[in-house]
């Protein structure tokens, strides 16, 4: 069994900074890419920034120069670190894994329980 542990998020006010992680656990051979969504009531998950095993980046435009990605392989951690927040950045964001498992070389997905980050002054 597989899990994604997220912590971190909450409220901050609107130019403050935010920092969440996210840690993988369970029977994992190896993570190929790691990331951040969001997502707003009824509406689609998006992505908001992605990190490949080896280190590649990629951002959603709306949160480019803003937010940093980043994770460390062998502890199988993701982080999200939020810098200048505005109300648009108001969601629930959800940390996601693909990944090989020790008996297949399938890839499957994963998701966190999701955290609430609220922007307001």
């Known amino acids: 069994q597989v899990q994604l542990v997220e912590s971190g998020g909450g409220w901050v006010q609107p130019g403050g900074s935010l920092g969440l992680s996210c840690a993988a656990s369970?029977?994992?051979?190896?993570?190929?890419?790691m990331g951040w969504y969001r997502q707003a009531p009824g509406k689609e998950r998006v992505v908001v920034a992605t990190?490949?095993?080896?280190?590649?980046?990629n951002y959603a435009d709306s949160v480019k120069g803003r937010l940093i990605i980043s994770r460390v392989n062998v502890q199988k951690t993701v982080y999200l670190q939020m810098n200048s927040l505005n109300p648009e950045d108001t969601d629930v964001y959800y940390c996601?894994?693909?990944?090989?498992?020790?008996?297949?070389?399938?890839?499957?997905?994963?998701w966190g329980q999701g955290t609430q980050v609220t922007v307001s002054s």
């Open positions: 369970g029977d994992i051979l190896s993570i190929r890419t």
């Open positions: 996601n894994a693909r990944m090989t498992r020790s008996f297949s070389w399938s890839e499957y997905e994963y």
């Open positions: 990190v490949t095993i080896d280190g590649k980046r």
